[in-house]
């Protein structure tokens, strides 16, 4: 109940941080009058914002298209102020025809060459023990950040899994990922098992996760025999091992 009031004086907070640019702010309420998808969080969409501006990458994926396209391609034009030569390659990935129909349409005219918003199926993977679903995307889009707010990870034989996207991605890039990911809990919790607490971390307050620098190297290796991969302790808690 605590957390819950600190969460919505959070996102009045980041709603005011917003405000107070109002090039974005104004798109962002453009958008928000038209659209029918359910939008990021405002913590999340700063983050996002402030994160993209920071590090500046070169090649970003979204996944789950809406109004953080917008807040993408937003941060892309500021940076572009100051640094004309920067094109990162941003996609930006929708499973529902509607949905990235309805994305394609909202999108303003101003940034139609800066994202390619692809329609993508979704199929199940795995990474060791952990199952997840994720965009059936070919080739995996190349990228140094990536934005996790889909998709849906329900699974076909029933029950929920978590959001792959980010495992493929840190699997086929040769440089760190970073990235958002907005409240998918069970997202988080697979990713901190598997590249641990240091360079995944979620604030309770905002639900807002991150994750900073993870390479191949940094996935905890889970393969056949399973038992190979993990440490007992004297009260026979089992622990996955670090690589
Ligand atoms: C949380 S939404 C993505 C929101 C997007 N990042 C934004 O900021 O607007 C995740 C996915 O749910 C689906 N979706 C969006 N709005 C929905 C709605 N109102 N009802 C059901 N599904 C929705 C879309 O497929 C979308 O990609």
Redesign the pocket.
């Known amino acids: 109940m605590f957390l819950q009031k600190l969460t919505y004086i959070a996102e009045r907070y980041y709603k005011w941080k917003f405000q107070s640019n109002s090039g974005l702010w104004n798109e962002i309420q453009d958008y928000q009058q038209k659209?029918?998808?359910?939008?990021?969080k405002y913590a999340t969409?700063f983050y996002l914002y402030k994160f993209i501006t920071k590090t500046r990458p070169k090649s970003i994926t979204?996944c789950?298209?809406?109004?953080?396209?917008v807040v993408i391609c937003h941060a892309i034009e500021s940076i572009k102020k100051e640094e004309p030569s920067y094109n990162p390659r941003f996609v930006s990935l929708?499973?529902?025809q509607f949905?990235w129909k309805h994305a394609v349409d909202l999108l303003p005219g101003k940034y139609k060459n800066y994202v390619d918003i692809k329609l993508a199926s979704l199929v199940e993977d795995n990474y060791g023990m952990y199952r997840g679903v994720r965009y059936d995307c070919k080739p995996i889009p190349p990228c140094d950040f990536v934005?996790v707010?889909?998709?849906?990870y329900k699974v076909d034989k029933g029950g929920f899994s978590f959001c792959f996207d980010l495992i493929s991605c840190i699997l086929s890039s040769e440089t760190p990922v970073n990235a958002v990911i907005?409240t998918r809990v069970s997202t988080v919790y697979v990713l901190q098992k598997l590249l641990g607490q240091r360079i995944v971390k979620y604030n309770p307050v905002t639900r807002v996760g991150t994750v900073k620098g993870a390479t191949m190297r940094n996935l905890k290796e889970i393969s056949e025999p399973p038992s190979r991969h993990f440490n007992y302790d004297f009260w026979g808690n089992l622990h996955l091992k670090i690589k």
């Open positions: 659209t029918k998808s359910t939008g990021a969409l979204e789950g298209t809406g109004l953080s396209t929708e499973s529902e949905y934005f707010d889909g998709p849906d907005d």
